[in-house]
């Protein structure tokens, strides 16, 4: 049984998650907290996962860096940051993933990605371009709020559907027991 933390003596699972003392049980490490997923690239990048350089951007074909991807010219995306806080435990859980913006708002965000600096504290929109777990479970559009952040952090996003499962885990938090739920789907279910 792996999810049995809550009926067994000995830590609970929140205490697992804050004390970095959770041993996974396919890669066989000990992993800590914060523990963040990451994807790669957005969800239709159809070619190999090997990042350009940021500076050599293209907007025309196709691109992948860390933090920009651009597909057949015309579709814009962004590495961002979707955030959700789980209960008991200090320190959000931060999903790395990928948003369309408007070429406009991709325009903009290039400006200002060396200095970090953002004039108005834009709120932009965009789609969501990742499956996350069982949250985002097929391929339906996600519209999220896109919202650039001071310092060169990354672009943090917010589910606009107030009622989706995932806006209301970003604003109500999540079970430790469900975090590590998450962990497994990737993977990463504790020994
Ligand atoms: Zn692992």
Request: negative net charge.
């Given at each position: 049984m792996v999810f049995g933390?809550?009926?067994?003596?000995?830590?609970?699972?929140?205490?697992?998650?804050?004390?970095?003392?959770?041993?996974?049980a396919?890669?066989?490490?000990?992993?800590?907290?914060?523990?963040?997923?990451?994807?790669?690239?957005?969800?239709?990048?159809?070619?190999?996962?090997?990042?350009?350089?940021?500076?050599?951007?293209?907007?025309?074909?196709?691109?992948?860096?860390?933090?920009?991807?651009?597909?057949?010219?015309?579709?814009?995306?962004?590495?961002?940051?979707?955030?959700?806080?789980?209960?008991?435990?200090?320190?959000?859980?931060?999903?790395?993933?990928?948003?369309?913006?408007?070429?406009?708002?991709?325009?903009?965000?290039?400006?200002?990605?060396?200095?970090?600096?953002?004039?108005?504290?834009?709120?932009?929109?965009?789609?969501?371009?990742?499956?996350?777990?069982?949250?985002?479970?097929?391929?339906?559009?996600?519209?999220?709020?896109?919202?650039?952040?001071?310092?060169?952090?990354?672009?943090?996003?917010?589910?606009?559907?107030?009622?989706?499962?995932?806006?209301?885990?970003?604003?109500?938090?999540?079970?430790?027991?469900?975090?590590l739920e998450?962990?497994a789907?990737?993977?990463?279910a504790p020994a």
């Amino acid at each position: 049984m792996v999810f049995g933390f809550g009926k067994k003596r000995g830590p609970s699972a929140a205490d697992q998650l804050a004390s970095g003392k959770w041993k996974c049980a396919s890669c066989d490490e000990w992993h800590g907290w914060p523990f963040d997923l990451a994807a790669y690239a957005p969800d239709p990048w159809p070619h190999e996962k090997a990042y350009e350089q940021n500076s050599d951007l293209r907007l025309e074909g196709d691109f992948l860096s860390e933090d920009f991807c651009v597909l057949s010219g015309k579709h814009f995306m962004v590495r961002a940051i979707l955030p959700v806080p789980v209960i008991g435990v200090s320190g959000d859980f931060a999903f790395g993933c990928w948003s369309t913006l408007s070429e406009t708002n991709f325009d903009k965000y290039i400006e200002g990605f060396d200095a970090g600096e953002y004039a108005d504290a834009p709120h932009w929109t965009g789609w969501l371009m990742n499956r996350i777990a069982d949250f985002v479970p097929g391929p339906e559009p996600l519209g999220v709020i896109v919202q650039p952040q001071p310092g060169r952090q990354r672009l943090l996003l917010w589910v606009q559907d107030e009622g989706h499962p995932l806006a209301i885990a970003q604003s109500e938090g999540i079970t430790a027991e469900r975090m590590l739920e998450v962990f497994a789907h990737y993977g990463h279910a504790p020994a």
